[in-house]
């Protein structure tokens, strides 16, 4: 069964649209990790956020904000204000595990095009 | 923060010869190393779990034979595609955690990309 699943394949916006990347998770563990990670054409991973189980806080850093709801399973990625330089493939990842080996479940991805 | 290090970022070969992707951590002490692929417009697939000092666990589907990978320091872990055939190339990631709450210490290497001809 998909672990990490991130529904939207493909999105296109134009700069300064607002535009939420859904993701969601399946574990049967009650202490897990959420990350999102940006992978621009470069291919290198970019960290952009960790997020604990026991932690449902909304996070907002600048332009970039997440909402994690544990009734949903869910931990959605939303960009304010899109910039071009946002395109890229935008993945969610679930750590499980956490005191052995530390998998990383990641989703399919969403690539975003952010449209002049 | 901390930085892991792939080598060679691109890789070109021909069928049959054997590739060497080299894992690097270059700030601290990696316990544990993981290997990635990622297929063109795919997610990333973990190969395998690199553990210093022992083998390698590997994922169902993934051959060991194939992908041979060995961790001999805590800084160094390295994947050999061994007879290289087109359908091996993709895109390499490996990273690295420090251990203890490994969750909060994993960090991704930048790539290799392998073409097999």
């Known amino acids: ?116 | 923060g901390a930085v892991v290090s792939q080598h060679p970022s691109r890789v070109i070969c021909k069928s049959g010869t054997s590739v060497k992707i080299e894992c690097r951590s270059l700030d601290f002490q990696a316990t544990t190393m993981f290997w990635y692929r990622q297929f063109p417009k795919q997610s990333l697939m973990l190969m395998a779990t690199s553990n210093e000092g022992s083998k390698a666990t590997y994922e169902q589907g993934v051959e060991k034979d194939k992908f041979l990978i060995n961790h001999a320091s805590l800084t160094l872990s390295t994947l050999t595609v061994t007879s290289a055939h087109p359908e091996d190339s993709s895109f390499y990631i490996c990273s690295a955690g420090a251990g203890g709450r490994v969750a909060d210490t994993q960090y991704f290497g930048p790539g290799t990309r392998l073409t097999v001809l």
């Open chain 1, 1 to 116: 069964a998909q672990k990490v699943t991130q529904a939207q394949t493909e999105i296109s916006v134009v700069e300064k649209e607002d535009v939420t990347l859904d993701c969601v998770y399946e574990t049967r563990d009650t202490t897990y990790y959420l990350f999102w990670y940006k992978q621009p054409p470069s291919g290198e991973l970019v960290f952009l956020i960790r997020r604990n189980s026991f932690d449902e806080q909304n996070e907002i850093s600048g332009r970039y904000s997440w909402n994690f709801q544990k009734s949903t399973s869910s931990f959605n990625f939303t960009i304010t204000a899109s910039q071009v330089v946002d395109s890229a493939v935008y993945f969610c990842a679930l750590s499980e595990d956490l005191y052995n080996f530390n998998k990383f479940y990641f989703g399919s991805g969403t690539k975003l095009n952010v449209k002049p």
